[in-house]
């Protein structure tokens, strides 16, 4: 039961048989063991990972009788008010590819500190739209986000609630609505796959 993600508590519980998770997201998630018997050992494993990456952690089921459990996920977590995009002050679009020489890019640039692919007025909101070649988990620094669309659609199994990160598989697209509150100044927007962050698929923003 997944009942939080990247910013916190989702507005009610999701049931989930899997858990699709990109480098840089993160879930919250209660499990109930109490269909094993004592003695069980349930592998949590990683379907997308061979060798030793495909074993990520093991639980042992322990005790003779099981305990007593009153305890209970509530139906409703949190308040999440719903995205305004038609209040958007801008929608953006950012293209996340590779592009020949010039390796991993955002909107065909490479990085290049201190200049910003988008200059963001604190207090509005913007529409976001990332399109992408191949498998990335796009990071967005400062404020959380909420997905609106997926391809055009509805947000997918995994979007719910507060988030920072989106995954997206190749030949993708997704619509994020943000509001830029908090501080002024330079931030980042990048791919979370470690290689190709390393390889500088990021741009900065600024707001003012």
């Known amino acids: 039961m997944q009942i939080g993600g990247d910013g916190g ?3 009610r519980p999701l049931a ?3 858990l699709d998770i990109a480098p840089g997201e993160r879930f919250d998630v209660v499990v109930d063991f109490a ?35 009153d305890s209970r996920v509530p ?4 308040a999440i008010p719903a995205p305004r ?28 500190p201190g200049r910003p692919l988008a200059a963001v007025r604190l207090g509005t909101t913007e529409v976001w739209r990332f399109v ?33 990160t989106v995954d997206l598989r190749p030949a993708e697209s997704v619509e994020i609505v943000t509001r830029f509150t908090d501080y002024p100044g330079r931030f980042l927007l990048h791919c979370h796959n470690l290689e190709h962050e390393d390889m500088a698929m990021m741009a900065d923003f600024v707001t003012e």
Do not use: C
């Not at 061979?50 to 459990?69: E, K, Q, W």
């Open 85 to 112: 995009a038609e209040q958007a002050a801008a929608t953006r679009t950012f293209h996340f590819q590779r592009r020949g020489g010039s390796g991993w890019t955002i909107n065909g640039r490479p990085y290049e």
């Open 9 to 11: 508590l989702l507005e």
């Open 132 to 164: 992408t070649d191949f498998h990335h988990p796009v990071h967005l620094h400062l404020n959380h986000f909420q997905v609106t669309a997926r391809n055009g659609r509805a947000p997918g199994a995994y979007d719910a609630g507060w988030k920072d």
């Open 16 to 18: 989930h048989d899997t």
């Open 35 to 69: 269909r094993y018997r004592p003695g069980t050992r349930v592998r949590l494993v990683n379907r997308l990972g061979s060798g030793g990456t495909a074993a990520v952690m093991r639980f042992d089921v322990s005790g003779a009788r099981p305990p007593a459990d």
């Open 75 to 78: 139906g409703r977590l949190s």
